[in-house]
């Protein structure tokens, strides 16, 4: 049997009237929608209809659906704040784009990109294609807003296209330092070791986003394990024939590593980002000063269905 509901807001007698009168529903099909007794829903459209006139009813309505329009709106901005404040300290997970097949880049998080075959590449927000994106755009004529939202993405176009540069480096370098081919899986033959390169590449994202030099001074880390050699905990030379050749390796990989950051323009990748972090800020800063109106000019065609 439905329930009698406890006592209902005005809001709900609204939302019942717009139904009824709206949808063609009825006050029983009401009920049963929201589980409540059919009288409930009765007596809230009547007393609704006692506090005014159905003119009065749908602009309270269209009122309720503006405001309700406007909140989400804002929430929209604050939810694309935080992925520009986000960004301002970008993750510096390693790409393993250039180790994959088909060229897929995995970065920044919250840009699309997307290569061309001239090697250019186009940065579009992660947020760009929804439909409340475009209303944004429709409700804020904010020249300062737009222009820092373009460069941000010229920004993430650019730190991408260095991004690419500096991993393919490091694969070449590699390659021509041991004069083997860097392979991404297991192989008997000799080979260089793609998960090696990685490790070195997330230490040149690291030294770039720090300043630190983690990446001349990695050296250290580059030791035998058996007839492997290693960066870290990551293989990076595999199959050599012998104890010796595996040495005399190791070591040639020791020298030429220090002068590697020089060779990658690691100054080039940290100024790139620190190019791209401004910029995500810009942006920040813009979407920040909306929310702080709490209301956004101007109209869009969701505000335009309402007021009809």
């Not at 019942?16 to 009765?42: C, F, H, I, S």
């Not at 070195?200 to 030099?213: E, I, K, N, V, W």
């Not at 060779?263 to 810009?282: F, H, I, M, N, T």
Request: hydrophobic fraction near 40%; aromatic fraction near 6%.
């Amino acid at each position: 049997m439905a329930k009698r509901g406890p006592r209902a807001t005005k809001a709900q007698w609204k939302e019942w009237w717009r139904l009824t009168n709206d949808e063609g529903m009825t006050a029983p099909q009401v009920a049963r929608k929201y589980k409540l007794d059919t009288r409930t829903v009765k007596r809230g459209i009547r007393q609704l209809g006692a506090a005014g006139d159905d003119h009065q009813v749908r602009i309270e309505l269209k009122k309720d659906g503006l405001a309700k329009h406007m909140k989400e709106l804002l929430a929209f901005v604050g939810k694309a704040r935080k992925l520009a404040d986000r960004e301002t300290v970008p993750d510096l997970t390693p790409l393993r784009a250039v180790f994959q097949p088909k060229g897929k880049w995995l970065r920044p998080p919250d840009m699309k990109l997307t290569w061309q075959a001239d090697r250019s590449v186009s940065a579009m927000l992660s947020v760009e294609d929804t439909l409340e994106w475009a209303m944004l755009r429709s409700h804020v004529k904010t020249a300062s807003l737009w222009a820092a939202i373009e460069g941000w993405k010229r920004s993430a176009e650019k730190l991408a296209g260095v991004e690419r540069s500096t991993a393919e480096g490091i694969i070449g370098w590699l390659e021509k330092v041991t004069g083997l081919t860097a392979l991404a899986g297991d192989s008997p033959e000799p080979h260089a070791s793609l998960s090696g390169a990685d490790e070195l590449y997330a230490r040149a994202l690291s030294d770039a986003a720090t300043g630190d030099h983690r990446l001349g001074n990695s050296e250290e880390l580059v030791k035998l394990d058996g007839p492997v050699i290693m960066v870290a905990s990551h293989a990076l030379v595999v199959g050599l024939e012998d104890a010796a050749s595996a040495d005399a390796m190791m070591k040639k990989l020791r020298s030429e590593m220090r002068t590697l950051p020089a060779k990658l323009k690691v100054d080039r990748l940290s100024a790139a980002l620190k190019e791209y972090r401004a910029a995500a800020g810009e942006v920040a800063t813009e979407l920040g000063y909306l929310l702080a109106s709490h209301y956004l000019a101007g109209t869009c065609r969701g505000c335009k269905v309402l007021a009809t």
